[in-house]
């Protein structure tokens, strides 16, 4: 995030950032218009690419705006005080979903990073994701029982494969126009934390 940026009020910064997430969420990168990012955050084209060096450096601001939003809102006091593996990823994937279903614009925003392919900032964002992955899983599980697990399983990997699971999943709706749907997504989600328990867990643990 660039100086210039950070020494506007917060009450213009979030304007900007707000404008930004909602025209980069529903334009691919390129097809993104920086005059219209401007023009809903009142400000003009010129002004924006004073605070931003161009419009690479605006969306990774707003990539790690986004990112700041749902990592706040899940990693809240509960969270830490769960000491299961499931039960962390389960409490913290509907936190997640509770917050993307109050925020459309996050949720197109961030399929549309989660899937950018061939554009100019495709490969920082698969680098960012990677990257946030591997921070949100040193966060989240430091008080984890990892005892309960087989000694063959790696539950770095089986946390992996729940992610890319769930945010399929909220691709997959997206796709189809629907609503994200805390109470179908629950119900999902408990078959497939049941089913990778199976694989993952000693048999005195399930």
Known sequence: MSERFQELSEEKQLAILRAATEVFAKYEYKKASTDLIASKAGVSKGL??????????????????????VTEGVADPGLFEITDFFELITYATMKKIEILAENPYIVEFSVRSFYSDKEEISDDLKMKTTE????????????????KFKQNVDPSEIFKMMYWIVDGYIHEQQMKNAPLCLDTISKAFANWTEMFKQIAYKEEYL
């Open 132 to 147: 946030g992955i591997e921070q949100n899983y040193k966060q989240y599980f430091s008080k984890i029982d990892f005892n």
């Open 48 to 69: 924006l690419f004073y605070y931003f060096h161009n419009k690479k450096d605006l969306y990774l601001t707003v990539y790690e705006y986004v990112r700041k939003i």
